[in-house]
């Protein structure tokens, strides 16, 4: 890669090769030189975007983020359903069999040993996911469908135990002990009034940490 | 320290000052050279015990976590009440208002921008806290005075949510917003049968945040 025509293309090739490098060799183990030798791009060429690898994994978290929010608001815009609660559990069976969620549940798998992407999901998945479900939760009790007394705030609970507790890399759980707890949360949220969790969400779940190789063997 | 005439109280030191190092500059930029300053230690007596800093952080969560877990087990057995859900009540009251939680806190709040404490403490609250805590709820299933359904599940979820979720520093959230989980944290622990937190247990974790710190101002 030559001069800088194209300063936007040039920032999404940093942060496409970045990703993979950070995915691959881990963050720690990444150096800057990495980064620029994938890229055959100067040292200048990447400082006129970025200071520091710090300011890199904070874009690629970013952009992570984004892609994933962008995704929600799109699904909450397409899918057609009688009510906010069908539309939600529409939403989380689709997200489930999703060849795009299968692909970042990945990412998050192969990436539970660094704590970089962990902590910065974590962020993510409450303050910005959580937002936009909160918000069809709100819908779903304007109209009657759902019976939440704080939409937002069960939201980010739901979300933080489905992505984080349930996670069987970041624990090291085996298949039966992942399956009960999500067969816990389907009941706990049922008694929160938030029944959207059924059979064929959870065996889809199971299903991709399985192909992902997530489970822990013999435990 | 010249020879390493006590192995045992080396490696203790080692582990107190790069405790305090990585809390203070950060894990990132702590040295294995900073560390032998600060010990007036030789390479060869560091590697004696440790291999990496990798390894020296490991053992650092690692006694962190055993600190905790024992503190528990203590309580259980030392804090006196009429059934096992008073006596968790107690305990969690008496970690609301002890000096070590308080410190332990403050660690972990101030930590809150190193993704290595928050990813290890994660794992610790789960696979080791609420095993304990979740003893301690079976118990109150057996004699009767709590009903829940699957005990170290419904521990592990009050865990999580209470050391990270709450956590205001980790979320940047500011007193309301703060206040706002933790009532909605005691609603929904009465809906699932675990009636433990109470006014005077919020009161003393919020009163312990703000004297840490903790909270985003002016959001």
Redesign the interface.
């Known amino acids: 890669m030559s001069r800088n025509k194209y300063p936007e293309q040039t920032l999404e090739k940093i942060l496409d090769v970045s990703t993979k490098l950070f995915i691959e060799k881990g963050y720690?183990q990444t150096s800057i030189q990495d980064i620029l030798n994938s890229l055959s791009l100067s040292k200048g060429g990447l400082y006129h975007h970025f200071k520091s690898k710090e300011e890199i994994l904070e874009a690629v978290m970013q952009r992570r983020a984004q892609y994933i929010a962008d995704m929600l608001e799109e699904l909450i815009k397409s899918v057609k359903a009688e009510n906010a609660k069908e539309k939600l559990k529409k939403i989380l069976y689709h997200l489930s069999t999703d060849a795009r969620t299968h692909m970042l549940n990945s990412v998050l798998t192969s990436q539970v040993s660094n704590?970089?992407f962990?902590?910065?999901g974590?962020?993510t998945v409450?303050?910005m996911d959580a937002q936009i479900i909160g918000r069809l939760i709100e819908e779903g009790v304007k109209e009657g469908s759902l019976q939440i007394?704080?939409p937002v705030?069960?939201a980010?609970?739901f979300l933080?135990?489905l992505n984080?507790?349930i996670n069987p890399a970041?624990?090291?759980r085996n298949y039966e002990e992942t399956e009960?707890?999500l067969n816990?949360l389907q009941?706990?949220l049922c008694?929160?009034g938030l029944d959207i969790v059924d059979k064929a969400f959870i065996d889809n779940v199971m299903s991709g940490y399985k192909k992902m190789g997530a489970f822990e063997e013999g435990v």
Do not use: A, D, M
Request: hydrophobic share 45%; charged share 20%.
């Open positions: 720690e704590p970089y962990v902590v910065g974590l962020k409450v303050n007394e704080q705030l069960c980010e609970i933080l135990l984080f507790w970041l624990f090291g009960k707890r816990y009941s706990i008694t929160l």
